[in-house]
């Protein structure tokens, strides 16, 4: 009979709705770990890929504009253009004017003929900057501050 009741109280544990309940619980919890660690994972990979997107995507737009640098570097139009700065070359029909640039010993002279040159209101009218020697810097520096 003491059998007989333990079985039946072991029986009614097992299948009553709290135990149920505890143990259906218990799964859930058990189940969720790994689930939440996928879903953080998959997160952090999509982050991943999005960056990686990006960085392709900017790739692709600095290898286009290469693209578009060599296209230029190759065409007749670059060619031409550094043989007559480089080379001096021209075409037929064209003069060359070649301009040379004299060495004034004064800065002032340079400003005026500067001026006179391209017609620059008040480039000569500017008042030299006045050369002071080391020491004097220092003292200006130390007392005028």
């Known amino acids: 009979m003491i059998n007989k009741n333990k079985k039946n109280f072991?029986?009614?544990l097992v299948f009553s709705q709290?135990?149920?309940?505890?143990?259906g619980l218990i799964i859930i919890i058990l189940i969720s770990f790994p689930l939440?660690?996928?879903v953080s994972r998959g997160y952090k990979i999509n982050q991943d890929i999005k960056e990686l997107e990006k960085e392709i995507a900017n790739l692709?737009?600095?290898?286009?504009?290469?693209?578009?640098?060599?296209?230029y570097l190759e065409s007749d139009q670059f060619?031409?253009?550094?043989?007559?700065?480089?080379?001096?070359l021209k075409k037929e029909g064209e003069g060359v004017v070649v301009i040379k640039n004299k060495l004034?010993?004064?800065?002032?002279?340079?400003?005026?003929?500067?001026?006179?040159?391209?017609n620059i209101t008040g480039l000569s009218k500017t008042n030299p900057i006045k050369q002071i020697n080391n020491p004097q810097k220092w003292w200006k520096y130390f007392l005028w501050r």
Request: aromatic share 10%.
């Open 10 to 12: 072991i029986f009614r």
């Open 60 to 71: 692709e737009s600095k290898n286009s504009n290469f693209k578009n640098i060599i296209s």
């Open 36 to 38: 939440v660690k996928n």
């Open 79 to 88: 060619v031409e253009e550094q043989a007559r700065l480089k080379l001096g």
């Open 104 to 118: 004034n010993k004064t800065e002032d002279n340079s400003a005026a003929t500067i001026g006179s040159i391209f």
């Open 18 to 23: 709290f135990f149920l309940a505890m143990l």
